[in-house]
């Protein structure tokens, strides 16, 4: 539970995150936060309800998390905490970061009776395992689900054999390879995918310095993009992420790949949103969802920036 702080003042920002950013570490550390005026404290949350409980509740000023969290508490009843919220999208973060099917050491492949963790059974990221999973022949009554909560989470437990197959990313899915995991399908085999949004209470008291930090993701995101900051992207893969100099590297090239990594221009892709909705109907129908379309999702006023 995030203990209930007073609001800060000025340009403190409380963020909630599952991984440490990579993205938000390069804005930190190259300077671009205090050009902003920003002093972002990072606030792991353990789950995606827990995340938007606080949100709610003013315990958090921002969020990173999957734009499907963002539809599901703004419009489906059904969430897990059973209640709406006025949840906005500020812009998107970046496309998945590798978003992978991930089995524990000693398995190369999905089988009937597995036991496949998820943050919460009714997330995005958990619809992308059962996309996966459907994919290489297993229906949902063909593997036992755990709920484990955050991607750093699942992570160690899978690696210690607490549960057969996850979907990891963020670097964590790179550790758990290190170690024996075996990577199998990708979001990205499931059509264009949206990973990370930064998302706030829509009249939220800190409008104004998440405006800012969004400004400064972008330029960081840019500079990871054209190279001027990869140097420092490297030093913050080892340094948030713990990763040794090659898992780094190849995080850091996941940050710069155009299918998996960082948005420059934090546009939402209309059809990224689509991707995400398809999803949802087809493992978790809703009739709430039947109004809901990318373009609708993207007009300003609902839900995200037009892009």
């Given at each position: ?34 050009a902003a005026d920003l002093d ?76 496949f963790g998820v943050d919460v059974?009714?997330s995005g990221f958990a619809f ?180």
């Open positions: 539970m995030i203990s209930n702080r007073l609001h800060p003042r000025g340009d403190h920002l409380r963020l909630g995150t599952f991984t440490p950013s990579v993205l938000l570490d390069v804005a930190r550390s190259s300077g671009i936060l205090d972002v404290h990072e606030i792991p949350v353990s789950s995606s309800p827990a995340q938007f409980r606080a949100l709610a509740d003013g315990e958090l000023d921002a969020a990173f998390t999957s734009p499907d969290n963002a539809i599901a508490y703004r419009f489906l009843p059904s969430n897990p905490l059973s209640r709406l919220l006025d949840v906005e999208i500020v812009q998107g973060v970046d496309r998945g970061l590798d978003l992978r099917l991930a089995l524990r050491p000693g398995i190369d492949a999905p089988f009937p009776g597995m036991r059974p009714v992308v395992g059962y996309a996966l999973l459907e994919r290489a022949g297993l229906g949902h009554a063909d593997y036992q689900l755990l709920t484990l909560g955050s991607t750093p989470r699942r992570a160690e437990a899978l690696v210690a054999g607490h549960c057969d197959a996850t979907v990891l990313n963020a670097g964590n899915e790179l550790s758990a390879e290190a170690v024996g995991a075996t990577l199998a399908g990708a979001a990205t085999e499931l059509g264009p995918y949206l990973g990370t949004v930064l998302v706030r209470m829509t009249f939220g008291p800190a409008r104004d310095a998440v405006d800012r930090l969004a400004g400064a993701l972008r330029s960081a995101a840019t500079g990871i993009l054209d190279r001027s900051l990869a140097g420092q992207a490297l030093k913050s893969a080892r340094a948030v992420l713990g990763l040794p100099d090659e898992l780094a590297a190849r995080h850091v090239a996941t940050l710069a790949d155009s299918r998996t990594g960082v948005i420059a221009d934090g546009r939402i892709d209309p059809a990224a949103l689509a991707t995400l909705v398809a999803l949802r109907r087809r493992h978790l129908p809703d009739a709430a969802l039947d109004d809901l379309d990318a373009a609708r999702l993207v007009r300003p006023g609902v839900l995200a920036p037009v892009t």
